[in-house]
C-alpha cells in the first residue's frame, strides 16, 4: 500500500511494489514523481526526512538535511545591507539539498538489507514520462502560483519554468518540465552521487553562482545523507517515532507524551475539550522547541532526555484544562509532502521531503531545471540567536514523519506537511485512530484545528475549520483562545496521510481529502 499527496505518486510507487520492489524502492519512486507532479510543493532541490521499518529490527532514520553554504554567514549579508535573510531569491537559497543524497542513502540501505535491485531508469520512469509529456496542473498548484506569482516571478528562471506566456497555467492544462526529465534520466545514468561530485554537480554550482547565491561547488561536494538513531517515546499504546533534531520530531512525541498523561479516553472525540487539551499541550512542546531544538550539533539538551516521564509530568501538569495559555510564537510556513509505503513483508517507510515555502527560493537553475529551497531563510543573523547562521549549520526543520510500532502488533506510518501544523495534525490523526478507535480515514477527513503558522497562513490564532459545531467553538473562546474560522475541507490544515499494518497482514490507508492524494493498494 503507498499513500501521497498526488495520487499519481501513490500508483508509481504501487508500480514498483507489483514489479518485486520494496518499500524503500517504490517510495523513491513516490519521491520523484510527486516532484513532477506536485512541483509547487516538492522538488529534488530541497532536503528529505526518512523512517524507515522493518519487522523485527529497530527502526532506522535518514537525515538528508543539507547545511549553510561556507560563505554563508552574517557578514555575507551585511556586505550587501541585510540583517534578515531574504525569503526569496538566489540569497534564500543558501543551503544544500539533501533530498537526492537521501535517495542515494536509502537505497544503499535497501540493497544491504532487502536485496534491492531495481535500477533507477525503472524508479524514475513514471516521474519522467510527466515531467516530458506533461501532467494535468491541480487546482493546489494553480492557487499557490496565482497566490505568488507577483513574488516570485522577478526571481531568476521562474517565469520560464512555473507561469504560460506569463500567466499562472490553468487547472487541467498540461504543465511539462523537459529540463528536470533531462536532470532524471541523467542522474540514472551517472548515479545520484553525480548531483553532489559529477557534472550536475559542477553545473548546479555554476547556476546559482550565476544567479548569487553563496552555495558553491565545495558545499556540494562536501555533503552526504546520514543514518540516524530515531527518537523513541514509550506510549500506552506502544513505542513512537519520529526523526532528531534538527527537526520537530520530538515536539510530535512531546504532544503524544503529554496526551498520554491527560486521561484522553474521558474526554469525547473531537470535543472542545479534546481539542483544548491537544491545543494546550503543543504550546507546552512548542515552548521547548523555541528554547532548545537547532542543529544536533549545538544543542544545550538531549532531545531523548525531553521524552523521559520526569520531563513529560511537569508539562501535563502545568496544563489548565479550563483555560488557554497565551500564544504567538509561531515558527513559520512550511511546504511539504509526506508519503507512506508498506511492501507485502510489512516493511514500512515514513517519509517527507520540501523545499519549504511554496516553491521554495523561487529560483529555477537555468541547466537543471531544479528549483532550489530557501529552508536556510529560517536562519538568525543575530548572533548567538538558537538557529544562528554558520557556515555548514543545519537548519531547524518542521518536517518530521511519524512511525508507531503498537502493543497489538500494528505498525502505523503517518504525517502530513503544514509547518506548525505538522505535529497538532500528527497528534490528531494518531489519537483519533488509536486512542478514539475512529477509522484511519474518518481520523484523517475529521475537523482539524491549527495553532499558529502554516503554508499559506502567517497569523498565530487557533484556527478552526468550519466543521466544528458551534458549541465547541464558543466554548473554546470561553477558555481564552483566539479563534479563526476557515473553510470545511481547508488546504492550510495540511495533506495527512496514514498507513496501519494489522499483525494478519491486512492494510488499512487514508488520504487527506485536503490534497489531491489517494491510497493505492493492491
Given at each position: 500500500m503507498a499513500v501521497a499527496?498526488?495520487?499519481?505518486?501513490?500508483?508509481?510507487?504501487?508500480?514498483?511494489?507489483?514489479?518485486?520492489?520494496?518499500?524503500?524502492?517504490?517510495?523513491?519512486?513516490?519521491?520523484?514523481?510527486?516532484?513532477?507532479?506536485?512541483?509547487?510543493?516538492?522538488?529534488?532541490?530541497?532536503?528529505?526526512?526518512?523512517?524507515?521499518?522493518?519487522?523485527?529490527?529497530?527502526?532506522?532514520?535518514?537525515?538528508?538535511?543539507?547545511?549553510?553554504?561556507?560563505?554563508?554567514?552574517?557578514?555575507?549579508?551585511?556586505?550587501?545591507?541585510?540583517?534578515?535573510?531574504?525569503?526569496?531569491?538566489?540569497?534564500?537559497?543558501?543551503?544544500?539539498?539533501?533530498?537526492?543524497?537521501?535517495?542515494?542513502?536509502?537505497?544503499?540501505?535497501?540493497?544491504?538489507?532487502?536485496?534491492?535491485?531495481?535500477?533507477?531508469?525503472?524508479?524514475?520512469?513514471?516521474?519522467?514520462?510527466?515531467?516530458?509529456?506533461?501532467?494535468?496542473?491541480?487546482?493546489?498548484?494553480?492557487?499557490?502560483?496565482?497566490?505568488?506569482?507577483?513574488?516570485?516571478?522577478?526571481?531568476?528562471?521562474?517565469?520560464?519554468?512555473?507561469?504560460?506566456?506569463?500567466?499562472?497555467?490553468?487547472?487541467?492544462?498540461?504543465?511539462?518540465?523537459?529540463?528536470?526529465?533531462?536532470?532524471?534520466?541523467?542522474?540514472?545514468?551517472?548515479?545520484?552521487?553525480?548531483f553532489y561530485r559529477g557534472e550536475l554537480a559542477q553545473t548546479i554550482a555554476a547556476d546559482l553562482a550565476a544567479c548569487g547565491s553563496p552555495l558553491a561547488l565545495a558545499d556540494l561536494n562536501g555533503y552526504r545523507a546520514e543514518l540516524t538513531k530515531p527518537l523513541a517515546l514509550e506510549h500506552s499504546l506502544g513505542k513512537l517515532y519520529n526523526l532528531p533534531p534538527p527537526t520537530q520530531g520530538v515536539v510530535s512525541l512531546m504532544i503524544l507524551g503529554i496526551l498520554d498523561r491527560m486521561g484522553l479516553n474521558q474526554m469525547e472525540a473531537d470535543s472542545a475539550d479534546y481539542v483544548h487539551c491537544v491545543v494546550e499541550a503543543t504550546k507546552q512542546a512548542f515552548m521547548v522547541r523555541d528554547a532548545y531544538i537547532t542543529d544536533p550539533r549545538d544543542m544545550r539538551i538531549d532531545a531523548q532526555d525531553c521524552l523521559k516521564p520526569e520531563f513529560l509530568n511537569p508539562l501535563a501538569k502545568a496544563i489548565n484544562l479550563d483555560q488557554a495559555l497565551p500564544w504567538g510564537n509561531g515558527r513559520g510556513p512550511g511546504d511539504t509532502v509526506w508519503m507512506g509505503v508498506v511492501d507485502g513483508q510489512g516493511r514500512a517507510v515514513s517519509f517527507i521531503q520540501s523545499i519549504y515555502h511554496e516553491f521554495g527560493s523561487g529560483v529555477v537553475l537555468e541547466q537543471s531545471g531544479l528549483n532550489w529551497q530557501n529552508r536556510g531563510c529560517s536562519f538568525s543573523l543575530q548572533?548567538?540567536?538558537?538557529?544562528?547562521?554558520?557556515?555548514?549549520?543545519k537548519p531547524f526543520h518542521t518536517l518530521n514523519p511519524a512511525l508507531a510500532r503498537l502493543h497489538d502488533g500494528r505498525v502505523m506510518v503517518y504525517g502530513t506537511m503544514g509547518g506548525d501544523g505538522q505535529p497538532q495534525t500528527q497528534a490528531a490523526v494518531f489519537t483519533r485512530a488509536m486512542v478514539y478507535g475512529q477509522g484511519l480515514q474518518q481520523a484523517v477527513n475529521a475537523p482539524r484545528w491549527l495553532l499558529g503558522r502554516t503554508w499559506g497562513r502567517a497569523s498565530d490564532s487557533l484556527k478552526l475549520e468550519a466543521r466544528f459545531t458551534g458549541e465547541v467553538v464558543e466554548s473554546l473562546r470561553r477558555r481564552g483562545h483566539q479563534i479563526e474560522i476557515l473553510q470545511d475541507f481547508d488546504e492550510a490544515m495540511g495533506h495527512a496521510g496514514a498507513i496501519v499494518w494489522h499483525p494478519d497482514g491486512a492494510l488499512e490507508g487514508a488520504s487527506d481529502p485536503r490534497s489531491d492524494g489517494g491510497v493505492a493498494s493492491f
Open positions: 499527496p498526488h495520487f499519481l505518486a501513490s500508483r508509481a510507487a504501487i508500480d514498483v511494489l507489483k514489479e518485486g520492489g520494496d518499500a524503500i524502492e517504490a517510495m523513491v519512486a513516490a519521491a520523484a514523481t510527486i516532484a513532477m507532479v506536485y512541483p509547487h510543493m516538492t522538488g529534488l532541490g530541497g532536503d528529505a526526512f526518512w523512517l524507515i521499518h522493518e519487522p523485527g529490527q529497530e527502526p532506522v532514520a535518514i537525515d538528508a538535511c543539507g547545511g549553510a553554504a561556507a560563505r554563508a554567514n552574517p557578514w555575507f549579508y551585511a556586505g550587501r545591507g541585510l540583517d534578515t535573510i531574504p525569503v526569496r531569491g538566489p540569497l534564500a537559497a543558501n543551503t544544500v539539498a539533501g533530498t537526492v543524497s537521501g535517495w542515494e542513502c536509502a537505497l544503499a540501505l535497501s540493497k544491504r538489507r532487502w536485496n534491492g535491485r531495481m535500477p533507477l531508469s525503472r524508479l524514475f520512469a513514471e516521474a519522467i514520462r510527466y515531467a516530458e509529456q506533461g501532467v494535468p496542473v491541480t487546482g493546489s498548484q494553480m492557487r499557490s502560483t496565482r497566490t505568488k506569482q507577483a513574488e516570485l516571478e522577478s526571481q531568476p528562471g521562474f517565469r520560464e519554468h512555473f507561469l504560460v506566456d506569463g500567466e499562472t497555467p490553468q487547472e487541467g492544462s498540461l504543465f511539462f518540465q523537459t529540463k528536470m526529465a533531462a536532470t532524471l534520466r541523467h542522474l540514472a545514468r551517472a548515479g545520484l552521487d553525480d548572533e548567538g540567536a538558537l538557529n544562528e547562521l554558520k557556515p555548514g549549520r
